[in-house]
């Protein structure tokens, strides 16, 4: 599963490097208006549906040679909810359902792979791809009343309620999948991804599975996050080992903070777990809302390579925002589309922000926010 966890550190990596002209051919779209209240408005989500989604409902990633995974799906899933876009929703779903949910218990396959025979070489399930593909589908069903919508999300929460390590009531541990990352099955397990914890998930998901203690897993998520703060940045690292009471960077992958933990504030910020105290270690760091992120090396808290994409930049707006209310900078306010990963964070950081926190899109509200 490593391919997954390293692709972008390659593909991204290119753009860094290709120069003004590159910057020059950034595609650009608007995802709010003061004529168009909805979330993810129509000329962004026009723009990203067509770049990145298939007619067959299959989600691409180009910057990784094309593969598809059950986490882009339930982006995709997600932001078509909130495009109110019924008919892309349907595609999606479908693609997703026949090609990657193939394990037998209700969690999907995190990769499809265009160029391989069979497409799916590996069945092993990806804790966030699930959770986002349920909530997506909770959300759809509560919009548009369809009750075999609710049943997938709850047949699907339900499984991943089945992976949480409950030996501890009060610390609750999703793992990233359902195997390898236990103790004993990796040298410093168990291994956990801190990134996987989609929060609002956990919020939104109680509707259709009241089953599962979200609110436990929820409140050992947070202090986990609280808690995976390495010096010297103060940084939780992408891969953290629980082998000791001690928390430390698991030794299978490199010690940064980067691709993976940049998405930790955009599901805090998101759910009611936001709060000061948990995004703390991200806007300490941070600066401002307009800061520049990096992929940080946990060890000497250096700056490894620039996150000069909007997307990335978006979410350190969204942390501040919900931290201490500050304004979303103007250019911020229009979707990069030139690569799938950073316009979907930034579809999605748009999209927690104007759901939670409205006045900072406009900073007409701060006053009564108080």
Known sequence: MSSR???????????????EAAAQNIAYAPIMTAASPSIVSGEAWRSYRDRFIQPDGRLVDFDNGGVSHSEGQGYGMLLAVLANDRE???????????????????LAAWRW???????????????????????????????????????????????????????????????PGAFGFA??????????????????????LKAVAAEVDWDGLKRSSA????????????????WISLASSQLAPAQFQPAVFGYESIRIPLYVAWSSAAGAKTLAPFTSYWKSADAEPAVIDITTGKAKEPLREAGYRTIVALAHCAASGQVLPPALGKVDMSRYYPATLQMLALAAMAEKYPWCMTGSASASRK
């Open 88 to 106: 892309t929703f349907g595609r999606l779903w479908t693609w997703t359902a026949q090609n990657l949910f193939i394990r037998g218990d209700n």
């Open 223 to 238: 202090a986990l996050v609280e808690k995976a703060r390495f010096a010297p940045s103060g940084l939780p690292a992408d």
């Open 5 to 19: 966890f390293l692709y972008a550190l390659v593909g991204l990596a290119g753009l860094f490097g290709a120069g």
């Open 113 to 175: 792979h265009p160029n391989q025979t069979p497409n799916v070489s590996d069945q092993n399930n990806a804790s966030d791809g699930d959770l986002l593909i349920a909530w997506a589908l909770a959300r759809a069903a509560k919009r548009w009343n369809v009750s075999d919508f609710r049943m997938a999300s709850r047949r699907i929460a339900l499984a991943v309620g089945k992976l949480v390590d409950k030996s501890n009531p009060q610390n609750q541990i999703l793992p």
């Open 183 to 204: 103790r004993g099955q990796m040298a410093d397990g168990p291994v956990i991804n801190l990134s996987y914890l989609v929060f609002p998930a956990f919020d939104e």
